[in-house]
């Protein structure tokens, strides 16, 4: 394929990867794709590396229209996608053709939809990452929203044009339906030993809803408050996605892939990686349950989600 026109720009449409995990040290935001299950998966099913740069949206779809021929995958948040008009899946490989058009419909589950295509999206690296970091104004394609009228330019696809791309698919079983899962698992601290045993049983039994005043910084919760028994503040601290800070209102805020790299509030516990994708999609209104577990079996569940996508991938070969 040699690219793509928005002809219709969706809601924060932007150009992601995986992120900038080597510049923390600096105070870089990770930020990268708020799914990065469903990115790497569609990226694995169009025969891509894993980290190749493909386009991220919420909720209301771009409308795109393709130049050259190609392949495609749409995974993440259903949005119900059309080529040319006509329904099609998600989580499988759809082949293009020049000047096709790619649409998308009502959301019915989760928030964050991902369109990965065969050779990637070509938009130059800043710190060693081609994702958007919309508040720092900088990767992706200008720094911003794709806009109407934009053209970007899609990679080469030499290397991967003769693999057997087309039907490749995901499993029915193995489709997340993000709307399934409230619960999200995590592990205590650092700053556990600031909250009571009784607040800490109140965290874990008591539902959350996403608050409308969220972004891919954080989610705002919704839901009983936590007071801490220390009430002095903490020094700035490294923090990272998925740690849940309880600021001095006792209102949890879980942190998100583009949230800073320090901060002042206390941290309860840290969502697991495995679980993060799941949070992300989650939509304002919609509920979530905090379940604790050890690291060890934090670790497990992340080897074993590793080890799947590597039986993936050779199924993909």
């Known amino acids: 394929m040699e690219s793509i026109t928005i002809e219709k720009s969706g809601m924060l449409t932007t150009i992601q990867d995986l992120g900038r995990e080597e510049y923390q040290s600096y105070g870089i935001s990770i930020g990268g794709a708020m799914d990065k299950w469903a990115f790497r998966i569609g990226n694995i099913l169009v025969g891509n590396d ?7 949206f919420a909720f209301i779809g771009p409308k795109l229209r393709f130049h050259g021929e190609g392949y495609l995958a749409i995974s993440g948040a259903n949005c119900s996608p059309k080529l040319n008009g006509k329904t099609i899946s998600m ?4 082949p293009v053709e020049d000047g096709d058009i790619l649409s998308f419909g009502s959301n019915k589950d989760g928030c964050y939809t991902y369109v990965a295509i065969a050779g990637g999206i070509e938009v130059k690296e800043v710190l060693g990452s081609k994702s958007t970091s919309l508040r720092a104004g900088y990767g992706g394609y200008e720094g911003r929203t794709l806009r109407q009228g934009d053209r970007i330019v899609c990679g080469n696809d030499d290397a ?7 039907g490749r698919k995901l499993r029915p079983e193995r489709i997340p339906i993000y709307q399934n899962k409230n619960v999200i698992r995590f592990i205590w601290g650092p700053h556990e030993d600031f909250f009571a045993k009784k607040t800490k049983e109140n965290f874990t039994s008591n539902p959350y809803k996403i608050s409308k005043d ?24 490294y923090i990272s996605p998925g740690a849940i800070q309880i600021p001095r209102d006792g209102t949890p805020i879980l942190l998100m892939p583009h949230c800073g790299m320090s901060g002042g509030y206390t941290v309860i516990g840290t969502v697991i990686d495995v679980d993060m994708p799941f949070a992300a999609q989650k939509k304002p209104n919609e509920t979530i349950y905090f379940e604790p577990i050890s ?9 074993k989600q590793e080890k ?3 039986v993936l991938k050779l199924n993909n070969l």
């Open 308 to 310: 799947w996508l590597r």
């Open 91 to 94: 989580w499988k490989v759809m």
């Open 214 to 237: 969220s972004d891919q910084m954080g989610y705002r919760l919704e839901g009983m408050k936590l007071d801490r028994i220390i009430t002095s503040d903490i020094l700035s601290y």
């Open 50 to 56: 894993e980290n190749t740069a493909a386009i991220e």
């Open 295 to 303: 690291v060890e079996e934090a670790q497990l569940e992340f080897k």
């Open 160 to 166: 991967i044009k003769y693999l057997r791309l087309k």
